[in-house]
């Protein structure tokens, strides 16, 4: 018993955790914040945008699905792309996914310390932005069923708010509730220069921060490996992606950019508090403060426990410091953990010192991994399924639909995304950065010969398998 505490993974996540942490996952401050910045680009054409990416979401989570649930293991698609594309593969995609949290999380704990200004305005930024980290960072380390526990709260914060406002909102626009009895309607989505008033180009340009709102939605496949019911948990959250991404995303939007005229969106404030302010609910500013500091604390729960357990997975393989394979006794990997947050405290760092700027480009930074990511799911995917036969494809316990029409159209629609980011002038940043990272990644790799030793572990890991299932066929 004590040997399986220090070298396996507890699985701690029940299945009311996963369902609620994939709801979390992909409900973020891109659709809070992140959303009103994508309306003045698009306009109401915001929603087509969120339908479309939408859909390449559910494609991908179903590509990962198909493996995870056959496969649950800790590092999910970074050991798939390791089994089918190659150990360097591998590796780029658990270094790659460690940096884009890392990056991703610098910008939520600074969220967080702007958000809690709100209601203390007189503090520093860095201190919220440093307790943030450390309490997120303690949760992390406690045990796994934490960390779940804290998501599932969060997740369900935010799910409330936004049915809430679903709810509320389709009352005054079809009833007129909080405005005077005068049903609103939905002439809003066409009356303010029409349905496209920046015409394709505007959704085009908003396709970058619409992909980062979704930055999250795979991390359903890093819990694999500490899923008590990995088939079962699994299937059905990523089942529902689609549909929660319609209700949340879209119905949500749909809802305020009926009440309010488009180029309103953004001016006074969030939407959400817009809309709460308008149906007459008090305080509305500081209940949307709040649900949005939760939002930003679950991203920053999200990242530290994707980063753990990618550092945790590239030391299993060899390409990270041995020291990250250390397991607590509550099943965490916490060396790996506190690496992350020590990363993190260049962010805390960066509150002296970064400008508005920087956020465009981080969330920039953020989806180009990303994109690197569902890429290389769908791509590991597209060679596990050609490498079963026949027989093996009928007795797959989840297949993913349409294939391999369905992922060859969404790794299309990706690439068509990178080069629409490397066309427009604000995001142009992350075309140099990421393949930047991904440079001295492969030159570390070579320099270090992890090349040569990954073929020795490979050979001996696989040798161990088939020597641990000989007696399964003996008997």
């Known amino acids: 018993m004590k040997q399986k505490q220090h070298h396996e993974l507890h699985r701690g996540l029940e299945e009311r955790h996963i369902a609620l942490m994939s709801l979390g996952a992909a409900i973020g401050v891109g659709l809070f914040l992140g959303s009103s910045s994508a309306i003045k680009l698009a306009g109401p054409a915001i929603l087509l945008a969120y339908a479309l990416a939408g859909a390449g979401m559910f494609i991908i989570m179903r590509a990962l ?42 910008a939520e704990i600074t969220a967080v310390g702007v958000y809690m200004q709100f209601w203390f305005p007189n503090t520093d930024q860095w201190v919220w ?17 934490a960390y779940g526990e804290l998501e599932f709260w969060f997740a369900l914060i935010k799910i409330v708010t936004i049915i809430l406002m679903i709810i509320v909102g389709l009352g005054m626009i079809i009833f007129g509730i ?69 209700l949340f995303y879209v119905g949500a939007l749909f809802v305020i950019l009926s009440i309010y005229p488009w180029d309103e969106i953004g001016t006074k404030g969030s939407p959400f508090v817009m ?12 209940i949307i403060n709040f649900v949005v500091l939760t939002a930003a604390l679950s991203s920053c729960n999200s990242g530290i426990f994707s980063t753990g357990r990618m550092l945790f997975n590239l ?21 790996a953990i506190l690496a992350s947050a020590g990363a993190l405290l260049i962010g805390v760092t960066l509150n002296y010192i970064v400008p508005e700027k920087v956020f465009q480009w981080v969330t920039s930074i953020g989806t ?8 290389i799911i769908l791509l590991a995917q597209i060679r596990y399924r050609k490498s079963l036969s026949v027989e093996q494809v009928q007795n797959l316990k989840y297949k993913m639909p349409l294939f391999p029409f369905s992922s060859y159209v969404t790794l299309a629609f990706l690439i068509s995304v990178v080069g629409l980011m490397a066309y427009f002038p604000d995001t142009r940043i992350a075309l140099i950065v990421g393949p930047a990272w991904y440079l001295i990644l492969i030159i570390f790799y070579f320099a270090k010969g992890l090349h040569k030793r990954k073929i020795t572990k490979q050979a001996k890991e696989e040798e161990n398998h088939k020597q ?8």
């Open 275 to 286: 809309t709460f302010d308008k149906l007459g609910i008090p305080y509305a500013a500081g």
């Open 368 to 375: 180009f991994g990303a994109i690197w990511t569902w890429a």
């Open 178 to 246: 909080g405005n005077g009895g005068v049903a609103t309607g939905i002439s809003n989505l066409w009356s303010h220069g029409g349905f496209l008033p920046n015409g394709i180009n505007g959704v085009l340009m908003s396709m970058q921060m619409v992909l980062f709102a979704f930055l999250g939605i795979e991390m359903i496949g890093v819990t694999a490996g500490e899923v008590k019911n990995p088939e079962k948990s699994l299937a059905r959250a990523i089942d529902s992606v689609f549909w929660r991404i319609l």
């Open 65 to 106: 699905g198909e493996m995870a649930i056959q496969n649950p293991v800790a590092g999910s698609f970074s050991r798939y792309a390791r089994d089918y594309l190659g150990p360097i593969a591998g590796y780029l995609t658990g270094w790659n996914y460690w940096f884009l949290w890392v990056v991703t999380c610098m």
């Open 315 to 335: 030391a299993q393989q060899g390409e990270a410091p041995q020291k990250f394979k250390n397991i607590s006794r509550s099943g965490v990997p916490n060396i």
């Open 129 to 145: 932005a440093l307790a943030a980290l450390v309490i997120m960072a303690a949760v992390n380390l406690i045990a796994v069923k």
């Open 468 to 475: 641990s299932v000989k007696p399964s066929y003996q008997r």
